[in-house]
């Protein structure tokens, strides 16, 4: 079968494939500057750019982040960012051999992300999220394939098939896992070479257990993580805007980040 060529194709595919690889997923800092605040005040911090330029510093210059981390997802004022002795926030990623990202709606070049939101709210059984889960993407690849996208060079970001939030019981990693599985067999083309799982306000470790339990047999396609809170939370608590606790605030991320790498592996145990 030929892939519909296009002058982007080849890099495209190079790269959707170089951040779906082994014991690898993305670090998700796409928060907006609102966003972004909300989780600075969670620590008492100022909605400040020094404030924010020094959290992401603290994040993107964790040293050997790259073993388990192949892409971040930056919000647009970080791709300008420097460090405060000048690197670009950028230039620490590609040195780490990490493939920074955007959030943007238009983008020849850069390997789409592709990320239907469906909300958590709701004291639904998870049957209905499979329900609602098996409409939305049904449609999403409807489109996809209408536009002639080439599946290759795209990452899925879907949120895990669980309760809603509001549900009377919680669910098991393995039936998390069965049933999120179930729905990505049933919609996702074994074409798509990542599906990168969002945290969605799961804990850390609840975030990393049902990522380990999704890969306790072999996928058609690399399941991992894309995660932003299931991998911040420590890292901020830790932090609380003191330069004196940047050093434990990343070996925190890297505990965080070599624990989901794990999972992706299909070998973590807590
Ligand atoms: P969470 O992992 O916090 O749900 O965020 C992921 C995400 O979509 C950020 O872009």
Redesign the pocket.
């Known amino acids: 079968a030929t892939i519909r060529a296009g002058s982007y194709t080849e890099e495209l595919l190079q790269t959707a494939k170089s951040i779906a690889s082994p014991g690898r997923g993305i670090l ?1 800092i ?2 907006s500057n609102a966003t972004c605040g909300k989780r600075l005040a969670s620590i008492g911090l100022d909605n400040t750019e020094a404030n924010r330029q020094a959290y992401r510093q603290l994040l993107l210059t964790t040293s050997g982040l790259g073993e388990y981390i192949s892409g971040a ?1 930056l919000f647009e004022e970080t791709l300008y960012q420097s460090t405060i002795d000048g690197t670009k926030f950028v230039d620490c990623l590609r040195g780490e051999n990490i493939v920074p990202g955007i ?1 943007v709606d238009k983008d020849n070049g850069l390997v789409p992300i592709v ?1 239907p939101e469906i909300l958590l709210d709701g004291d639904h059984a998870i049957e209905r999220t499979l329900e609602v889960a098996e409409n939305v993407w049904a449609e999403v690849f409807f489109y996809l394939a209408q536009n002639n996208v080439v599946f290759e060079g795209i990452l899925l ?1 879907p ?1 895990m098939v669980t309760p809603g939030a509001e549900h009377k019981e919680k669910a098991s990693p393995e039936t998390i896992a069965k049933y999120t599985l179930t729905m990505l067999k049933r919609r996702v083309p074994p074409a798509v070479p990542g599906i990168m799982f ?4 799961q804990s850390e470790v609840e ?1 990393t257990l049902n990522l380990n339990a999704m890969n306790q047999s072999p996928n058609p396609w690399h399941v991992s993580f ?6 911040q939370n420590t890292v901020l608590k830790t932090w609380k805007g003191q330069p004196e606790n940047v050093e434990t605030a990343q070996k925190a991320l890297l505990i965080r980040a070599k624990a989901n790498s794990m999972a992706q592996l299909g070998r973590y145990s807590a």
């Open positions: 998700a796409d928060e997802i959030k990320e970001k949120s969002l945290s969605g306000g975030a894309s995660y932003a809170r299931a991998l």
